[in-house]
Nanobody
């Protein structure tokens, strides 16, 4: 079992930055991939970025490219978000899987409770 806890959300003006962290606890030795997803009200949950734990290989959604950076630091996976826009407003979730690194929420078995990011114009 893997327990994930997100932190670092908050409110910021457009153009600002936030750094989200996902702390892993439990049987994390076999975690293969960690992703950051987001879900805005009335919208589907979408992948923002993911990272292969072993290789450090990353993937970014088009909306995140050039602005967001995902990285790993011991048992934490961080998401640095720069040049934030109002459309980035959402609940952000950390997710992990022991399997291959997919793109869909149903390809990740473990989820945190989420942290709210609000960007005002």
């Amino acid at each position: 079992q893997v327990h994930l806890v997100e932190s670092g959300g908050g409110s910021v003006q457009a153009g600002g930055s936030l750094r989200l962290s996902c702390a892993e606890a439990g049987h994390t030795d076999s975690t293969n991939c960690v992703g950051w997803f987001r879900q805005a009200p009335g919208k589907e949950r979408e992948l923002v970025a993911r990272i292969y734990i072993g290789t450090g290989s990353t993937y970014y959604a088009d909306s995140a490219k050039g602005r967001f950076t995902i990285s790993q630091d011991n048992t934490k996976v961080n998401l640095q978000m720069n040049s934030l826009k109002p459309e980035d407003t959402a609940m952000y979730y950390c997710a992990a899987t022991f399997r291959y690194c997919g793109l869909r929420p149903d390809e990740f078995e473990y989820w945190g409770q989420g942290t709210q990011v609000t960007v005002s114009s």
